[in-house]
């Protein structure tokens, strides 16, 4: 059932707007969240070539913070997200991506399925389009959310990290079952790695595109982890006579 998939060069004209703006106050709808139904592994596999190894890095983890509250909608394809300011990775590859969604109590049913695109944004250069990819999430009980962890993602879509300042978000598409969902928020602003802004990131139908702050509180925050990769040249040393035998 695991789907993976390469997210076109589509650049969300409301995302660039709305980066000029800092947090504002939201008469956000939150509510209380059950629990942590499951972490669940989105892993598509990684394949490298026989003279590489591969060296990986923690770029930014806010999963470290207590889950606060769960922020969701009747609108389903509702994009949110959150500044990553990283701590490194600058110039290497996506290579594994935790992310979380919440399934509302006052949903109709359970998720039973969805399809969920993370699109990343260089805060740098005036919010570029830097990449993204798409995977298939499996069920949702509601009133509950799921961390999934895709892995892989280098070996199948090069995402490189042009900057330390980034945007990330996700938006849930092909939804079946559900009829609110979103994400959950964090009220704390320390991330076991990187750094970040007091607000998130919100676009619906009915939540103009821009940064939020829960009402009532100093900070909301989403929970990301981003790992980059990036191929390393072995050290070994070769002879010339060896180097040309490899590319007869």
């Excluded at 956000?28 to 942590?36: A, D, F, N």
């Excluded at 890095?57 to 509702?78: E, F, K, M, P, R």
């Excluded at 139908?205 to 821009?210: E, I, M, N, S």
């Excluded at 989403?222 to 390393?232: C, D």
Aim: negative net charge; charged residues 10%.
């Amino acid at each position: 059932m695991k789907k993976f998939a390469i997210v076109s060069r589509l650049v969300l004209g409301a995302v660039a707007i709305a980066l000029v703006a800092g947090p504002a106050a939201a008469d956000e709808s939150t509510e209380p969240v059950l629990g942590l139904q499951d972490e669940v592994s989105l892993g598509i596999g990684t394949h490298h070539g026989p003279n590489s190894a591969l060296a990986t890095s923690i770029a930014y983890d806010s999963t470290n913070q207590a889950v606060s509250a769960g922020s969701s909608t009747t609108d389903l394809a509702a994009v949110y997200g959150d500044e990553l300011v990283l701590a490194a990775g600058f110039g290497e590859n996506v290579s594994t991506m935790k992310f979380a969604v919440f399934c509302s109590a006052s949903s109709a049913a359970n998720m039973t399925s969805a399809t969920e695109t993370i699109r990343f944004y260089d805060l740098t250069n005036a919010g570029a389009f830097v990449g993204g990819f798409s995977t298939t999430l499996p069920s949702l009980a509601k009133g509950y959310y799921s961390i999934y962890t895709t892995t892989g993602i280098d070996a199948s879509v090069p995402i490189v990290i042009p900057s330390a300042d980034i945007l990330v978000t996700q938006q849930l598409s092909a939804v079946v079952g559900a009829t609110r969902l979103g994400t959950v928020l964090s009220y704390a602003n320390a991330p076991a790695v990187g750094s970040t802004n007091a607000g998130f990131y919100q676009s619906t139908t009915t939540v103009t595109a821009g940064w939020y702050l829960i009402t009532g509180q100093t900070y909301s925050n989403l929970q990301y982890e981003l790992e980059t990769a990036q191929a390393v040249v072995p050290t070994e040393s070769q002879t010339w006579g060896s180097l040309k035998a490899e590319y007869r």
